[in-house]
């Protein structure tokens, strides 16, 4: 079996290769081939899985290219983890709403939209490759903002495309964790788009446990989101919210810390991983060893400034592993291999949240086997939450209308909707600010 993956010289895709060398069943992965427009970070990332495969007999064979076309012919998956504007842009998305004193976080707020406005003409394009050149592949999108991504590729592709998140993942097992449960055993549920959820039961054969951890102050302030949200802020919305709700819960908070941060998160990023790039043009590197190295501290710094708003501290060890790859994994071979499971996921709606259409893609947990990802039906969410959910979908819609129109009214009506961009003003500062600093928003007139 053949997958693609699409950003194949981005820095995560060792976990994606390190999970597929743990996958000895028949029916498994024997080929992977890596895409990417950069040659230098192919041979990078090359390098560092030849170095995971050494003396595992049946690695699955690593070819890299930059013609797309080549990646994606005879691909039965193709997984998508592409980043337009690179980590430059990243950091340029934060710097830019930061001036406005706006948040600029990569999925959320006006960050989130300079981003979907750069990659979603990108992504649309892939996926018209894709349905030309390979139009039996599965897509499995993790390209952010992964939920407006993976609807804007689903015009094309349908239910074929299906977007993957490690955040439902962390926060689940990590709930199930402090109830003494396996996670594995649980069912999650999980309800929201992609970066905006919430974990409103957890229930173990059949009895929901998440009462008793918010019945429980000790309990609910032992692990991340307790830390993060606060128990009385928690125990009053009755559910656990996803991290990044953060954002929009303390919002100000979150603001103000980014721009006392000595760098931006993107900032960061981008200077930390130009070392290991440049780090792996000597010949002599130990690859792995410095991807290793390079990606403990990428974990271990993920959201410092959320967390140093709230006091949270350090994150724990057992939340310094990711999981986006275990979930690739999984949905791979219960499509592939026909074994069913149930994965939190991103797909079309359908009739699953009342308050969305059809087309609207959300996270929900989904019964997925040979034909696909199918979401299960989930109770209505609460007004608060129900109007956060399509005041951010409106906004995505605005995003996909700009990206086909190529209209800047429409660009700046998106940010200005935005319940985290608190002014029209500011929303046409924002487009004059993204277009000024990013090649790939000259399209919008």
């Given amino acids: 079996m053949k997958l693609t993956i699409l950003g194949g010289g981005g820095f995560r895709v060792p976990l994606v290769y390190g999970a597929l060398l743990g996958d000895h069943a028949e029916g498994r992965v024997t080929r ?31 070819s890299a290219t930059t013609d797309l076309d080549e990646a994606l012919t005879g691909a039965d998956f193709v997984f998508s983890a592409i980043r337009v504007g690179g980590l430059e842009g990243r950091a340029n998305d934060e710097r830019v709403a930061l001036a406005e004193g706006v948040l600029g976080q990569e ?90 959820g919430w974990v409103r039961g957890l229930r173990i054969n059949g009895r929901d446990e998440l009462p008793r951890l918010l019945a429980d102050p000790d309990l609910l302030g032992s692990f991340e989101e307790g830390k993060l949200f606060g128990t009385d802020w928690l125990q009053s919305l009755g559910a656990i919210p996803n991290e990044y709700l953060h954002y929009y819960y303390f919002n100000r908070e979150a603001v103000r810390a980014y721009s006392q941060a000595e760098k931006t998160r993107g900032a960061f990023l981008r200077d930390q991983q130009a070392g290991f790039y440049d780090e792996m043009k000597r010949p002599d590197a130990a690859a792995l060893t410095a991807w290793d190295r390079t990606r403990a501290e990428r974990e271990a710094t993920y959201m410092a400034e959320a967390r140093e708003t709230a006091g949270a501290g350090e994150r724990d060890a057992d939340d310094l592993s990711g999981g986006y790859e275990k979930v690739a994994l999984a949905l791979m071979r219960a499509i592939a291999r026909d074994e069913r499971t149930t994965l939190i996921l991103n797909v079309r ?40 959910v399509c005041s951010v979908k409106a906004v995505e819609r605005e995003v996909l209308a700009a990206a086909e129109s190529g209209s800047r009214a429409t660009a700046v009506k998106a940010f200005a909707l935005h319940p985290l961009v608190d002014s029209v003003n500011v929303a046409r500062r924002l487009v004059d600010g993204y277009t000024a600093v990013h090649p790939g928003l000259a399209y919008l007139k």
């Fill in 32 to 62: 992977v081939v890596l895409h990417d427009l950069d040659a230098d970070r192919l041979s990078a990332v090359t390098r560092v899985l030849a170095e995971q495969a050494a003396g595992v007999s049946d690695a699955p064979e690593v």
């Fill in 107 to 196: 999925t959320v707020g006006a960050g989130g939209i300079a981003y979907g406005l750069r990659t979603v003409p990108v992504a649309e394009n892939i996926a018209r490759r894709v349905a030309r050149v390979a139009p039996d592949a599965w897509v499995i999108n993790f390209t952010n903002p992964a939920g407006l991504v993976t609807e804007a590729m689903s015009r094309h592709l349908g239910d074929r495309v299906i977007g993957i998140c490690d955040s439902p993942v962390g926060l689940g097992r990590r709930i199930a964790r402090v109830l003494g449960a396996n996670p594995g055993e649980a069912w999650i549920d999980y309800v929201g788009l992609n970066h905006l």
């Fill in 349 to 388: 709606n359908r009739r699953t949240l009342s308050v969305l259409d059809a087309e609207a893609v959300i996270e929900v947990p989904c019964l997925v086997d040979a034909n696909g990802a199918h979401p299960v039906t989930v109770d209505p969410l609460p007004d608060h939450a129900s109007g956060l």
